[in-house]
């Protein structure tokens, strides 16, 4: 498993086609499969409960609430002195573009098994898409930032901090209109296995430094 150290930040003139293909091509499968979650109707990951609600409540296009929600995250990062890279800016732009695409391409569909289809594609392409963009080494997306900054200027716990912070999104989401469902609990424990099993084999690493 490819450990917190080996995922610090390296300058984007180190391999930048290698690595910038990986951030790019990663930030928009995961967008994709943030619209095929969303198609599925089963219930959306916690973040994306928010996203959808904020959406139904203002009347705009589920990617740009992800571009802005991801905006003021990182306004969050200044207290915490965190440093955004290039993948945490193309991160806000990229995927926001590729939700909104790919709920513009794919159909709701109304049977149950091919909704049952696009949840369990959604959440592995999901995972994939995750350790690829991460795995690029380029800068951390705006919410995973905002948790790691938070754990290493308080001290606690990576896995607390998460939590809570899910749940707190999770739940203003759902009051706020989110869609909540068999797929969150789904997504809430396959997403941590599958991104561990995904990430050691998509994450660069200069030629000197071993596999973890």
């Not at 609600?53 to 200044?78: H, Q």
């Not at 999901?126 to 350790?131: E, L, M, Q, S, T």
């Amino acid at each position: 498993m490819a450990t917190l150290t080996a995922l610090h930040q390296v300058p984007v003139r180190i391999a930048p086609i290698r690595r910038l293909s990986q951030l790019f091509a990663g930030l928009w499968l995961y967008g994709a499969s943030m619209g095929m979650h969303i198609r599925s109707t089963l219930g959306l990951d916690p973040w994306d409960v928010l996203h959808e609600g904020l959406a139904r409540r203002t009347g705009l296009s589920f990617g740009l609430i992800t571009a802005i929600t991801g905006v003021l995250v990182l306004l969050v990062w200044i207290p915490l002195k965190q440093k955004p890279g290039v993948g945490t800016i193309a991160n806000v732009v990229v995927i926001a573009i590729s939700v909104d695409v790919t709920l513009a391409i794919i159909p709701a569909p109304q049977e149950l098994l091919p909704r049952i289809v696009l949840l369990v594609l959604g959440i592995v392409l999901n995972a994939v898409a995750f350790a690829a963009y991460v795995g690029s080494r380029l800068g951390p997306g705006p919410r995973d930032g905002m948790v790691t900054g938070f754990c290493r200027r308080t001290g606690v716990s990576l896995r607390l901090t998460r939590t809570v912070v899910e749940l707190l999104v999770l739940g203003t989401g759902w009051l706020l209109g989110g869609t909540v469902g068999i797929g969150t609990i789904l997504y809430a424990v396959s997403i941590g296995p599958l991104a561990q099993l995904f990430l050691p084999a998509l994450t660069w690493r200069e030629r000197s430094q071993p596999a973890s």
